[in-house]
């Protein structure tokens, strides 16, 4: 008999499970469930989009028809409200039940809301979908004036669409850089100096107490903790995500931010497994749980959860996430876990070129890299290898660092 196989969710780690199924099983019950109302898309490219930068098709990945090509069936505008693991059903919002042999939630996240006066008011927007987007660029093509806040790589995204369309604005922060968690303030003031420089000012110490709206509940102005006040038509916020984890509520699968599973994308349940942004996965490189953000990590969970539902424990995840950022002349990367760590190393070449490793028990763990991405790869390797550099941090940043310059690496190479 055929297996039976539902995805919940239709982003790039849903699709490319679903993909990767049909390769492996072409007899298999494929159905793919999600609330959006259109197929998958780029969502990284959706930035580019609300700039007015490209037209809606190219970000369109699937239409209708791959699905049917490939035997997927698939279901728009619905929303999953229950899992039952004993019976092995999950349950949509209309009633529908759609039996499985094997589950996979790929079902990322939801921005949080900033939990402050009139934050639900008319002109304030959060960013992930394209419906987002497109809201997002018909709002602010007529917009006078902007506020960003959300110092982080889905904030920048956002003050580089007020920048791109020649809205002035303020972007508030709290602290004194922009991701402090990753960057130092002196990398940081490389990406301040080209907001600056596209008319969108940082401002310190900052965030929003509340907002003022006009009589028709559309947002006029942003007021921070310090009592100053900034005038917006135009407020986006991304301040994080909230996991869409409420569906777990009711079944033992175990999850805490994310939904914990294993280095083969399997949860405590034998056949339930998760890809993608949900996951707290074990990281088999930092030997922790980990939690990544990135297209490429969730298309590669994709496709290794499917590998395994197929056939458990037959390729396990392993893998260096990355993040670029293309809003300015000089490329930016951060890659593994630059936030996390317990020591790092850092240095400034030029005005747009900068590095910082965070280095965890003696190993690199991740990093950000501005004007020269380079030593990626190097980086990488020695992040994948788990690559001792204990006492060799200055070495490390050596503008032309070469693996041979590693006392006993090239033993690892
Ligand atoms: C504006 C923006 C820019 C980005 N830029 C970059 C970038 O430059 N580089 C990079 O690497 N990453 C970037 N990212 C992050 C990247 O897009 C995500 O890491 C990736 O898309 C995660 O994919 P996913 O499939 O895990 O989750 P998602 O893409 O979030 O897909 C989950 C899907 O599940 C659906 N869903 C959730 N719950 C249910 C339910 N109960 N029932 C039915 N459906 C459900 C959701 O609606 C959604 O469609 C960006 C994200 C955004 C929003």
Redesign the pocket.
Known sequence: MSQSYVI???????ASAAETLREEEPDADITI????GEPLYN??L??EFAKGKLPEAPISIHDESWYDDRDVDLELN????DIDPEGHTVTAHDGTEYDYDKLLL????TPTQLPVENSDAEGIHH???FQDARDIKEHIEGADNSVVIGAG??GI?LAAITAAQEVEGKYLMRGKAWWRYALSEEGAEIIHEALRERNVEPVFDSGVDYFEVDENDRVTTAVDPNGDRYDADFVGIAIGLNF?TE?LGGTDIEYDNGIYTDEFMRTNHDDIFA????TEFHDLILGDRAQN??????KEQ?TIAAKNMVDYGSEEFRWVS????THFDFPFLSFGHPTLGDDHVEAKYSDTEWRRLAIKDGKIVGGVLIGDLSPQTKYKKLMREQVDVSGQKEVLVKQDFQLDDLEGAAAEQ
């Open positions: 919940v969710g239709d982003g790039i780690a849903g469930i999600t609330d959006e969502r990284i959706i930035k619905t929303l999953v409200t790929a079902i990322g996240g960013f992930w979908t790589l889905l995204d869409n569906i890809a993608g942004d949900i953000g990135a297209w490429g990590s969730a994709g990355s993040y670029s950022i």
